[in-house]
């Protein structure tokens, strides 16, 4: 039993019966971060915020929602945009916070893969940073769905019906995910407790797995350079901090952590005062019609890469249907990054600028998702479906055979 003694104050109380002292040590203020970091090491910290924003909008938002196809759309539109006394600012808060955290996602997935973070003993961090992506694709998608607009709805048939290719279940599937022979009420149900229930207390959960995969290899940094953070650890608390190649997350990092925070939060409220629209579609603002298809289907730009891919192939190969070929690419291209640690298959850790034939597939990977992109949104017709036909091979390409081999070749020259 805990030896109990009368406390001095009431951090002492607390910290006797729940170690809160040492608890902020392991967490915060003994926790090392290399000093060779800049800018891109804070996207973690900014995802945090964005999903935090995101829980307390939908939560706001929740209030007055009606998860019913014949209610959602004017429960949207309606009551939130019109009656609820600054309901415009929360749909907007959640709507453009929904967009721009993918874009932290790439761009923190992408500076994973420049520096190398997903190499010696970071396997665990990259996989789960990765499943965090996958989570949060779903709980977008399933938040697309819940205005019940025209690409709400269309959307949601499109995507649901790719369950159909699978072998001898297919049809039964769709029918289970949609509830129902057709996308409607029982669908937006099953969307709406997924978006606003499951999928969030799987994020949450996935988030902390996440950080607990730091502890052991910790961060990487500007250089991949091998830090001991042991014994780079004691000299910074023996007070040798100018030699130390580490500071503590709190308050050394986590102090300019809060600097970018606040810059980017200037920039994020730019967006949601001003130029919110781009993060809802305007047929989006039709209600959903069952008899009335779009003229040009397409899902929100953070997806449009891998939709581009799903739609790439467009022609039979053998006895496998475009369809199939084009469901299966897109699978893959889902999941395809989770892989990284393989398809690297060189023990070089360090920045891609170093590393030359790595910096030229980087780039290269870049450009083709840039393209698949730009493409996703317009109609694949004539030479815009040839483009998304090379473009898709090329990425898979890039990731399964260029990778593999430039990486071997590296890691044989040095030997």
Same mark, same amino acid.
């Given at each position: 039993?805990?030896?109990?003694?009368?406390?001095?104050?009431?951090?002492?109380?607390?910290?006797?019966?729940?170690?809160?002292?040492?608890?902020?040590?392991?967490?915060?203020?003994?926790?090392?971060?290399?000093?060779?970091?800049?800018?891109?090491?804070?996207?973690?910290?900014?995802?945090?915020?964005?999903?935090?924003?995101?829980?307390?909008?939908?939560?706001?938002?929740?209030?007055?929602?009606?998860?019913?196809?014949?209610?959602?759309?004017?429960?949207?539109?309606?009551?939130?945009?019109?009656?609820?006394?600054?309901?415009?600012?929360?749909?907007?808060?959640?709507?453009?916070?929904?967009?721009?955290?993918?874009?932290?996602?790439?761009?923190?997935?992408?500076?994973?893969?420049?520096?190398?973070?997903?190499?010696?003993?970071?396997?665990? %961090?990259?996989?789960?940073?990765?499943?965090?992506?996958?989570?949060?694709?779903?709980?977008?998608?399933?938040?697309?769905?819940?205005?019940?607009?025209?690409?709400?709805?269309?959307?949601?048939?499109?995507?649901?019906?790719?369950?159909?290719?699978?072998?001898?279940?297919?049809?039964?599937?769709?029918?289970?995910?949609?509830?129902?022979?057709?996308?409607?009420?029982?669908?937006?149900?099953?969307?709406?407790?997924?978006?606003?229930?499951?999928?969030?207390?799987?994020?949450?959960?996935?988030?902390?797995?996440?950080?607990?995969?730091?502890?052991?290899?910790?961060?990487?940094?500007?250089?991949?350079?091998?830090?001991?953070?042991?014994?780079?650890?004691?000299?910074?608390?023996?007070?040798?901090?100018?030699?130390?190649?580490?500071?503590?997350?709190?308050?050394?990092?986590?102090?300019?952590?809060?600097?970018?925070?606040?810059?980017?939060?200037?920039?994020?409220?730019?967006?949601?005062?001003?130029?919110?629209?781009?993060?809802?579609?305007?047929?989006?603002?039709?209600?959903?019609?069952?008899?009335?298809?779009?003229?040009?289907?397409?899902?929100?730009?953070?997806?449009?890469?891998?939709?581009?891919?799903?739609?790439?192939?467009?022609?039979?190969?053998?006895?496998?249907?475009?369809?199939?070929?084009?469901?299966?690419?897109?699978?893959?291209?889902?999941?395809?990054?989770?892989?990284?640690?393989?398809?690297?298959?060189?023990?070089?850790?360090?920045?891609?600028?170093?590393?030359?034939?790595?910096?030229?597939?980087?780039?290269?990977?870049? %450009?083709?998702?840039?393209?698949?992109?730009?493409?996703?949104?317009?109609?694949?017709?004539?030479?815009?479906?040839?483009?998304?036909?090379?473009?898709?091979?090329?990425?898979?390409?890039?990731?399964?055979?260029?990778?593999?081999?430039?990486? %071997?070749?590296?890691?044989?020259?040095?030997?």
């Amino acid at each position: 039993m805990a030896h109990i003694t009368k406390a001095t104050s009431i951090r002492d109380w607390f910290d006797q019966r729940i170690a809160v002292t040492k608890l902020w040590n392991i967490l915060a203020a003994q926790y090392w971060i290399p000093k060779n970091i800049n800018f891109l090491w804070a996207m973690g910290v900014v995802l945090t915020v964005l999903f935090t924003l995101l829980f307390i909008s939908g939560l706001l938002l929740l209030m007055y929602y009606k998860p019913d196809a014949n209610l959602a759309f004017d429960s949207v539109n309606y009551t939130i945009m019109k009656e609820v006394e600054y309901g415009w600012l929360w749909r907007h808060i959640h709507a453009v916070a929904a967009s721009v955290i993918f874009l932290i996602i790439y761009i923190h997935a992408f500076v994973g893969i420049y520096y190398g973070s997903y190499k010696k003993g970071r396997e665990i %961090i990259w996989i789960s940073g990765m499943l965090l992506f996958l989570i949060f694709s779903a709980e977008a998608f399933s938040g697309y769905m819940l205005p019940w607009g025209q690409m709400s709805y269309w959307a949601a048939q499109v995507i649901t019906q790719l369950f159909g290719g699978i072998p001898f279940i297919g049809d039964a599937l769709v029918e289970w995910i949609r509830g129902d022979y057709a996308v409607s009420d029982p669908t937006l149900t099953r969307f709406f407790m997924l978006h606003v229930c499951l999928l969030p207390i799987v994020i949450i959960m996935v988030i902390g797995v996440h950080f607990y995969t730091l502890r052991i290899p910790h961060v990487n940094n500007l250089e991949g350079e091998e830090i001991d953070f042991e014994l780079e650890a004691e000299k910074y608390l023996k007070g040798d901090t100018v030699n130390s190649k580490v500071i503590p997350f709190w308050p050394g990092f986590l102090s300019k952590d809060f600097f970018y925070v606040s810059l980017f939060m200037i920039f994020f409220f730019y967006l949601v005062s001003f130029h919110f629209n781009f993060a809802m579609d305007p047929i989006n603002f039709d209600p959903a019609n069952a008899a009335k298809t779009p003229t040009h289907i397409y899902p929100e730009w953070y997806f449009l890469w891998q939709y581009e891919i799903l739609r790439g192939f467009f022609f039979d190969i053998g006895p496998l249907k475009a369809a199939d070929i084009g469901a299966l690419a897109m699978a893959f291209a889902g999941i395809s990054l989770f892989f990284m640690p393989l398809y690297d298959r060189s023990d070089v850790v360090a920045p891609a600028h170093k590393r030359k034939g790595f910096f030229i597939w980087f780039w290269l990977l870049i %450009i083709d998702l840039i393209i698949l992109t730009v493409y996703g949104k317009l109609p694949p017709t004539g030479f815009n479906a040839w483009i998304g036909f090379f473009s898709s091979v090329g990425f898979l390409v890039l990731l399964l055979v260029v990778l593999p081999i430039i990486t %071997i070749k590296e890691r044989k020259a040095n030997k």
